[in-house]
């Protein structure tokens, strides 16, 4: 069976199902993710070389899934993440080496997701954000600071 777009509401049995069927996917969405680091590992190390648009929402994610998921997408060059709430595990959250991500594109998440990229990585950057005054300030000191914005 050949994929091109997969959207999926993500449970174990649901990505048991996508992983045992699917053969190649290069469009995901994922919807639903709480804190399922296994399954959601399982189902990057199979798909994630293929992946070229990868798109999360509604969810919930620790940084070292994220980054990790990050980390398996060699090849990934759309990155969309919209309400994705990220709790954190890991002491100092670093960039991930992955060069082929282009447009990123985040909606309402914790500004912290900024620092799993690089300055260099990025040609297209679209945030939108409901953040209260000083949140947006240090929003913009760290991207201005990170991708040398003036």
């Not at 100092?92 to 060069?99: F, I, P």
């Amino acid at each position: 069976m050949l994929l091109n777009n997969f959207k999926v509401k993500l449970d174990a049995n649901k990505i048991k199902e996508i992983t045992s069927t699917a053969r190649n996917i290069s469009n995901l969405e994922l919807s639903g993710i709480d804190g399922q680091h296994d399954d959601l590992i399982a189902l990057f190390v199979r798909f994630g070389l293929q992946l070229n648009k990868l798109k999360i929402s509604n969810s919930t994610i620790d940084d070292f899934t994220l980054k990790e998921m990050l980390r398996l997408c060699v090849n990934l060059k759309e990155l969309t993440l919209n309400e994705v709430t990220m709790v954190k595990k890991l002491p100092v959250l670093n960039a991930v080496r992955n060069d082929s991500i282009k447009v990123l594109s985040v909606h309402y998440c914790d500004w912290e997701i900024f620092k799993l990229f690089k300055k260099s990585q990025l040609t297209s950057l679209t945030i939108k954000n409901y953040l209260d005054e000083a949140s947006r300030k240090n929003l913009v000191s760290f991207l201005a600071t990170q991708y040398r914005l003036k």
